[in-house]
């Protein structure tokens, strides 16, 4: 263990700092609290610098450029912040399937909020107010174009004993 310098240490914290940033920039981290980051990047500069051996055989930026994002997305994990109109699809869709008796989609709840792709398509074909509400009905049509009806609903019963036919 050595002991570092004041200037290794801030050039370790800024390196970690910007790391940060892109990883920030790129998703692949959410930091909710920047002063925790910063105390955390101190930590971690202070443990790094103290513990490099400067004359082994391992370069210091390119051994900090390797276990600074590991650390960063380690303890950052990337959690997606939900929009407004996301969010309002998203409670629409939970509502539903508390309620519906049959479910009225061709795939479950859990698929569609998990397909990033039909998700961007619903936002898309509705008109959300500055709230991030929508008309429910063009919410529903929007679902049915979008994921597709169940199946089990497309599925007409067979006209049996004492149901009339069209046209009888």
């Known amino acids: 263990m050595r002991d570092y310098t004041e200037n290794e240490l801030c050039e370790t914290v800024f390196y970690l700092a910007r790391y940060a ?13 920047e002063r925790e980051l910063f105390h955390m990047l101190l930590d971690w500069a202070r443990e790094f610098t103290r513990t490099f051996e400067l004359d082994g055989e391992k370069d210091y930026m390119t051994e900090l450029e390797s276990q600074g994002p590991k650390w960063l997305t380690t303890t950052f994990p990337y959690m997606p912040e939900l929009d ?33 792709e039909l998700l961007r398509k619903v936002e898309k074909a509705i ?11 063009a919410l529903y049509d929007a679902l049915d174009r979008i994921v597709g009806i169940n199946p089990a609903l497309n599925e007409a019963p067979a006209p049996g004993p004492g149901m009339s036919q069209p046209g009888m």
Do not use: H, M, Y
């Open 84 to 116: 407004r109109e996301r969010e309002a699809i998203a409670d629409f869709l939970q509502f539903e399937e508390s309620t519906s008796a049959i479910w009225p989609w061709a795939l479950p709840a859990d698929e569609i909020l998990q397909n990033e």
């Open 21 to 33: 940033e892109c990883l920030e920039i790129d998703k692949a981290i959410t930091v909710p609290d």
């Open 127 to 137: 008109s959300f107010d500055s709230q991030g509400s929508c008309d429910t009905d």
